[in-house]
């Protein structure tokens, strides 16, 4: 009778931990799904405000601006208000967002509310990870951080199919003049406005989640924080975690220069470089590039949309090897194996292009391999490394700042491809990713230590303990 009842119990924990997750998850969805919809908006937005090319740019690009500023804020306000309510703050700013879009009546107003979902997206991006790799016990934190890029790739592959239905849905009658306008004269902004959906969703689901329980322990919320922990955790398990906190954490009010000291160097290059590396590999490229890379390698237009959504589909499937391997096989190992058979692909492809062999099936198999590597490893793993590695009185302002670092190398991925594949070739521009791609494999074989298992405070610990040997030595 008391086993079957410690296995209800046990059972319901991991129902609520998943759910919670899962809620957090969804800004992942949004950040996915905002990011890769504009893709089908882009010539029907050019034709109906007669934009020339620099304002085009500025209707895809814009909402980069808004990333960064987005994540620039985010961690000092996580760390002073919660991340609960940054997270009510991102959905707030998708809704917005989503509807302004779809109502907007110039330009102007477009690419305001264009910004307003790039701030979105910059605090989603850095607090919604942050808040399952808090919330997660470490058993399982590599399996629910993945899912938040779970969320990111289905949210591609969706705006991508939701842009396609809606494009071919354009003659079918409406019932008023406004719905007319939204759903076939300028269907870009239904395309736009589909993500006031989820975000709504988002927005009323995360009335229903607790806070963090490492932010309320950071706040003296001791009790607050045992409630919640022992709704995922037995109660010995939760008091374990309360006293490891107490142990390692200095106090709640440390400035991000104690990132800087000798303690955590290796924690700061760490946060610092496999982001931005995880990005000039070239993966965005081959996302928001993808039909015209095709179209290179000699794919009909048709024939190279239907690519982009295979690639995408491929995303989201080899993702889930990671979600179910991450807390077996360690993040290093993922880490090797994905990232070596990144560079490969990369070489392969730039060699496929280089000597003309672009008839049949071998690029888009290869960019698919690519997919698949980045997919498992660097995708997910980046993550939950960027979620475990920085001590808890400053993990809000230290993530934000990996974060920003990964947005400015997606920045020079989106503003140099185009340039590469015009001037350079298609050949050298797959090259110079894998070049790019290849010191990851060294910043995780020298840098990175394995935390599969690790609670947080554990890998706290860690920084100290090696830095205190090295003194020694």
């Known amino acids: 009778m008391t086993v079957a009842t410690s296995n209800t119990s046990a059972k319901n924990n991991n129902t609520y931990l998943y759910l919670v997750c899962l809620v957090a998850a969804l800004g992942g969805f949004l950040f996915g799904f905002d990011t890769a919809v504009i893709s089908g908006t882009v010539s029907l937005v050019k034709h109906d405000f007669g934009l020339n090319a620099f304002s085009e740019g500025w209707f895809v690009s814009c909402a980069l601006l808004g990333c960064i500023v987005g994540v620039?804020?985010?961690?000092?306000?996580s760390d002073k208000y919660g991340r609960k309510m940054v997270l009510v703050l991102s959905a707030v700013l998708f809704l917005a967002s989503a509807l302004g879009c779809m109502f907007s009546g110039s330009f102007t107003a477009l690419i305001v509310f264009r910004l307003i979902g790039g701030l979105g997206i910059g605090v989603a991006s850095m607090v919604s990870p942050l808040y399952i790799s808090e919330f997660a016990p470490s058993r399982l934190r590599g399996m629910m951080v993945s899912l938040y890029q779970l969320a990111i790739t289905i949210g591609i592959v969706l705006a991508y199919f939701s842009?396609?239905?809606?494009a071919n849905h354009t003659s079918g009658s409406f019932g008023t003049e406004a719905l007319r306008k939204i759903f076939s004269a300028e269907v870009w902004r239904a395309m736009l406005g589909l993500g006031a959906l989820p975000a709504a969703i988002f927005l009323i689901c995360l009335f229903l989640v607790p806070e963090s329980p490492r932010w309320l322990l950071l706040q003296g919320e001791e009790q607050k924080a045992r409630a919640i922990l022992n709704k995922i955790e037995d109660a010995n398990a939760a008091q374990h975690e309360i006293n490891a906190f107490k142990e390692q954490t200095d106090n709640q009010r440390s400035s991000l220069r104690k990132l800087f000291t000798p303690v955590y160097q290796k924690a700061l290059w760490i946060g610092l470089l496999l982001p931005f590396l995880s990005q000039v590999c070239g993966i965005n490229a081959v996302i928001y590039y993808g039909p015209r890379i095709l179209e290179q390698a000699g794919f009909t237009l048709n024939n190279a949309l239907g690519g982009q959504v295979t690639i995408g589909l491929v995303n989201v499937l080899f993702t889930f090897v990671a979600i179910f391997t991450i807390d077996k096989w360690g993040r290093r190992l993922l880490l090797f194996a994905g990232i070596s058979g990144a560079v490969?692909?990369?070489?392969?492809?730039?060699?496929?292009?280089y000597f003309g062999i672009t008839s049949g099936p071998w690029i888009l198999i290869f960019i698919l391999a690519f997919i698949a590597c980045f997919a498992f490893s660097f995708g997910p793993v980046c993550w939950v490394v960027v979620g475990e590695i920085f001590p808890n009185a400053i993990r809000g302002k230290a993530m934000a700042l990996a974060t920003l670092s990964l947005w400015i190398g997606n920045f020079l991925v989106g503003q140099l491809t185009p340039v590469m594949l015009e001037n350079l070739g298609s050949s050298w521009t797959f090259w110079i990713f894998a070049i790019c791609c290849s010191p990851a494999l060294w910043v995780t074989w020298k840098l990175l230590p394995e935390t599969k298992g690790r609670s947080?405070?554990?890998?706290?610990?860690?920084?100290?303990?090696s830095y205190k040997g090295k003194l020694k030595t």
């Open 456 to 465: 947080l405070e554990n890998i706290e610990a860690y920084w100290k303990a």
């Open 163 to 166: 842009n396609a239905y809606l």
């Open 344 to 353: 490969v692909s990369l070489l392969i492809i730039g060699a496929l292009f």
């Open 72 to 77: 620039s804020f985010s961690g000092r306000l």
